[in-house]
């Protein structure tokens, strides 16, 4: 089993920005694909970046691509989303995921199904 727990959500106005961090505990001798979603108030949950193990493979959601950066440090188990000029549509609970890593073209980091969900933080971004 893998625990992941979330941090750094938090209030943020518009056009600011946080880092969130996610940490991977239990069996983290395996390989794992990695990424976050996120769910908003009254919306379903949506992808919203990933990345491979290796780092070679990026993927973003159109919403935030050029925005948000993601990134991990796999001596660390950690995986990071830096989210910048933030926008009031990117309040939501944000959720780590983790999933045996695989091979296949960087869009099946989008579709994956994740084995592993964090209990999510928030990001609240107001006017």
């Known amino acids: 089993q893998v625990q992941l727990v979330e941090s750094g959500g938090g209030l943020v106005p518009v056009g600011g920005s946080l880092r969130l961090g996610c940490a991977a505990t239990?069996?983290?001798?395996?390989?794992?694909?990695m990424g976050w979603y996120r769910q908003a108030p009254g919306k379903e949950r949506e992808f919203v970046a990933a990345?491979?193990?290796?780092?070679?493979?990026?993927q973003y959601a159109d919403s935030v691509k050029g925005r948000f950066t993601i990134s991990r440090d796999n001596a660390r188990n950690t995986v990071l989303l830096q989210m910048n000029n933030l926008k009031l549509e990117d309040t939501a609970i944000y959720y780590c995921?983790?999933?045996?890593?695989?091979?296949?073209?960087?869009?099946?980091?989008?579709?994956?199904?994740?084995?592993?969900w964090g209990q999510g933080t928030q990001v609240t971004v107001f006017s």
């Open positions: 239990g069996r983290t001798e395996r390989s794992f694909d």
């Open positions: 990345i491979s193990w290796s780092a070679g493979s990026l």
């Open positions: 995921v983790a999933g045996l890593a695989g091979i296949g073209p960087p869009e099946r980091l989008r579709t994956l199904e994740y084995d592993y």
